[in-house]
């Protein structure tokens, strides 16, 4: 027996998390300097972080050597939201939130449901727990919510929606998305993951956190890595009936989140400034890459995110020589979608080199030995 049969088959069986390629890696590989290497590859935020954040960061350095305590946060998070404290789960990245809704609500014998495209840590954290993965065939890259609805079994204890969605940017308006919630049996937990809801326009946001009250079987998760710009910090958090939220907080690691993590995202929650500019620069960063998709004649999935999913025939040909020019997108072909790239929209100066950079991509034939890479 080998020392890996050690571990369950359905630990065996998960394929790891494919991030985004670190610039220091493709610098390695390509032998080219970091400075000319520009990633638009993980969704983060081109603008950085919040100056309020940054100072509240640099100030809670000074205590580094205490355990974190997260009353701070939960509480701005509880004001915000008109919520009890006890309605509040702090993640370290709402990534660790998603994996506690598995832990505590899956195990071998249950499955969970999701959209064939969407985010990918589903299927990781179902499987962790042994549960069965019920990945619904998507309608325009999109869900489905009636195929989905029709795929939820006795033992489904999970169905999972990421709106806007990572990869593709499809949007379940949501109107339609409270329509699914009603529509549904009450055996299951509905996780409802919006790490995009802060570039939503105005005239699509709804206060799915009101939901709450009418659907006790509602988690909402959301996050300040994407337009708070705090990916590295890992800090994101879920919005739960009390019961439900209790249940995550007893399987959370008590230290889950760091201290300066906690105190960035406090700081973060009210720099309403930085968050204009963020999804301002979004919006026209968006404008800028659909109109030079249009130009060069690929088509795109209609996006509401801070990203871009489009159609590039031989997407792992044109990814390479992306690579070689030094420019960072992210292939999809683990999500199903072997003819995508996905790109983060990025500053302008960023957006444009993109542009540049695939069209001369695109142009150059697939012919064996143009690019020597498969
Ligand atoms: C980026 C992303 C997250 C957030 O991950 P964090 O752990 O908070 O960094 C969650 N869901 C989706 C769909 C995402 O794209």
């Known amino acids: 027996m080998s020392t890996a049969e050690l571990a369950p088959a359905y630990i065996r069986a998960i394929s790891p998390y494919l991030p985004g390629k670190p610039i220091t890696e493709l610098a390695r590989e390509m032998g080219i300097p970091v400075d000319s290497i520009i990633k638009l590859a993980s969704n983060e935020n081109p603008l950085g972080m919040s100056p309020k954040a940054r100072a509240a960061m640099e100030k809670a350095a000074a205590g580094i050597e205490r355990y974190p305590d997260n009353f701070d946060l939960t509480r ?44 990918a840590v589903y299927p990781l954290a179902t499987m962790a727990t042994g549960a069965e993965c019920i ?17 939820i079994r ?32 009450q055996h299951l937990i509905v996780v409802l993951d919006e790490a995009y809801n802060e570039y939503l326009p105005p005239a699509d946001r709804a206060d799915t956190v009101a939901w709450l009250k009418e659907f006790p079987n509602l988690l909402i998760t959301r996050t300040f890595s994407k ?38 995202a406090v700081a973060a929650l009210d720099d309403n400034v930085f968050l204009a500019e963020s999804y301002e620069s979004n919006r026209r960063g968006m404008e800028q890459i659909l109109a030079g998709l249009k130009r060069l004649g690929l088509s795109h999935i209609p996006s509401h995110g801070n990203f871009i999913t489009f159609k590039a ?62």
């Open 227 to 264: 337009v708070y710009g705090l990916a590295g910090l890992r800090v994101g958090y879920g919005l739960a009936s009390a019961e439900v939220a209790d249940l995550l907080n007893r399987v959370r690691q008590p230290f889950n989140a760091n201290n300066l993590a906690l105190a960035a």
């Open 135 to 151: 990945a619904v065939a998507a309608k325009d890259f999109g869900h489905d919510p009636d195929a989905m609805r029709a795929a």
């Open 154 to 185: 006795p033992d489904t204890r999970i169905v999972w929606i990421a709106n806007p969605n990572n990869p593709t940017g499809n949007f379940l308006p949501y109107p339609q998305v409270k329509a699914f919630l009603q529509s549904l049996p």
């Open 313 to 374: 025939g031989d997407a792992a040909g044109v990814n390479q020589r992306l690579l070689k020019q030094g420019v960072i997108v992210r292939p999809l072909a683990n999500y199903a979608m072997p003819e995508h790239l996905r790109v983060t929209i990025g500053l302008e100066s960023e957006n444009a080199r993109f542009l540049q950079a695939l069209e001369n991509a695109v142009s150059v034939k697939a012919d064996a030995g143009v690019t020597g890479v498969k």
């Open 76 to 119: 701005a998070l509880a004001d915000r939201y008109a919520l009890g404290m006890n309605q509040i789960v702090v993640g370290n990245g709402s990534n660790d939130v998603l994996d506690l809704a598995a832990r505590v609500f899956l195990a071998p014998g249950y499955s969970s449901v999701f959209s064939r495209h969407a985010f």
